[in-house]
């Protein structure tokens, strides 16, 4: 599958930003999808996940109640809905998939995307 990350932008703290995530593949519904990000120079970090149905979400500890998953199978598309930013949140956001795993790993995911920038600054 083959993933392609959009929406990013400069937005002020306090503001919201939509991330789209395209997958190409047929089997897309089948798959666990991930959202990521990296702030330079730090680690890539687990910010976000949806099961294949769109039944079961996970959040990191740092995003929870701002930050929404959701997925349309029918589009081949994962959302992630950021509300209330933070300086903090600044980074790439890269979305992924997992054909047969579901966690916060990175190794849980064998395909990215290349990841669209947020920089949230006033």
């Known amino acids: 599958v083959q993933l392609q990350a959009s929406g990013g932008g400069l937005v002020q703290p306090g503001g919201s930003l939509r991330l789209s995530c395209a997958a190409s593949g047929r089997t897309f519904s089948t798959y666990t999808m991930g959202w990521f990000r990296q702030a330079p120079g730090k680690e890539r970090e687990f910010v976000a996940a949806i099961s294949w149905s769109g039944a079961i979400t996970n959040y990191a500890d740092s995003v929870k109640g701002r930050f929404t998953v959701s997925r349309d199978n029918a589009k081949n598309t994962v959302t992630l809905e950021m509300k209330s930013l933070k300086l903090e949140d600044t980074a790439v956001y890269y979305c992924?998939?997992?054909?047969?795993?579901?966690?916060?790993?990175?190794?849980?995911?064998?395909?990215w995307g290349q990841g669209t920038l947020v920089t949230v600054s006033s």
């Open positions: 992924a998939a997992a054909n047969t795993g579901w966690g916060r790993s990175t190794e849980v995911y064998e395909y």
